[in-house]
């Protein structure tokens, strides 16, 4: 099993999401996050003033797959969330020791 982290841009969301769906991933979890990478920032207007933040809004997408869907998954990622133009985000992999899946005792493969 791998961990698939995804840092993507906010507006692409549902497009990921339902792409990730069609390809058979079965969930994953969603945070807001902010960072930065070559963006270094941004400007933007709030009541009028222009300010300027060195953190971007980002969402992270945590999904823990088998082995065989990894390439399928990182590509369909890859495809949904790219506008071509920086700040795309990165997508990690990592590899997963164990999952138990909480209201059956199911283990690994079988728990996602």
Avoid: W
């Avoid at 099993?1 to 769906?21: N, S």
């Avoid at 009541?47 to 369909?76: F, W």
Wanted: hydrophobic letters at 45%; a negative charge; proline letters at 2%.
């Amino acid at each position: 099993m791998k961990l698939v982290i995804a840092i993507i841009k906010p507006f692409k969301l549902d497009e990921v999401r339902e792409a990730l769906t069609a390809v058979g991933v079965q969930g994953m979890t969603v945070s807001e996050v902010k960072g930065f990478g070559r963006q270094k920032g941004q400007t933007e207007i709030y009541r009028g003033a222009e300010y300027t933040t060195n953190m971007v809004p980002k969402i992270k997408l945590e999904i823990v797959v088998a082995d065989d869907i990894l390439a399928s998954v990182v590509e369909t990622i890859q495809s949904a969330a790219q506008t071509g133009s920086i700040g795309d985000g990165k997508i990690f992999i990592t590899e997963v020791a164990g999952a138990v899946r909480i209201r059956t005792g199911e283990t690994d493969d079988t728990a996602l």
